[in-house]
Nanobody, 117 residues
Framework: VQLVESGGGLAQPGGSLRLSCAAS????????MSWVRQAPGKGLEWVAS????????YYADSVKGRFFISRDNAKNTVYLQMNSLKSEDTALYYC???????????RGQGTQVTVSS
């Protein structure tokens, strides 16, 4: 199993970033996929999940209406579009296999998102 996140970086408050996660080594189209994050000095926080098939999506209250998760099963890739970024969104973002993932879900190495003026 391999998950490789990309797309992180520095953004200004109110700005946008789009994260990508390329998956391999498992049946991507059959699995829930999630994004989770870990801010400095804090625990792992679930951000969003997406189910294949009907593409149902679920979001943490902290990002609802600002972040949007999507997937392309043909490319084995899951995305996280992040809009209206806030300083509190600064974190290391991971994609993970599963629904409403916590520490027990397999995840990649992460991509750093920093929101600062």
């Amino acid at each position: 199993v391999q998950l490789v996140e990309s797309g992180g970086g520095l953004a200004q408050p109110g700005g946008s970033l789009r994260l990508s996660c390329a998956a391999s080594g498992f049946m991507f189209s059959s699995n829930w996929m999630s994004w989770v994050r870990q801010a400095p000095g804090k625990g792992l926080e679930w951000v969003a999940s997406i189910l294949s098939g009907v593409s149902s999506t679920y979001y943490a209250d902290s990002v609802k209406g600002r972040f949007f998760i999507s997937r392309d099963n043909a490319k084995n890739t899951v995305y996280l579009q992040m809009n209206s970024l806030k300083s509190e969104d600064t974190a290391l973002y991971y994609c993970a296999i599963g629904n409403r993932c916590g520490a027990s879900c397999s995840r990649g190495q992460g991509t750093q998102v920093t929101v600062s003026s």
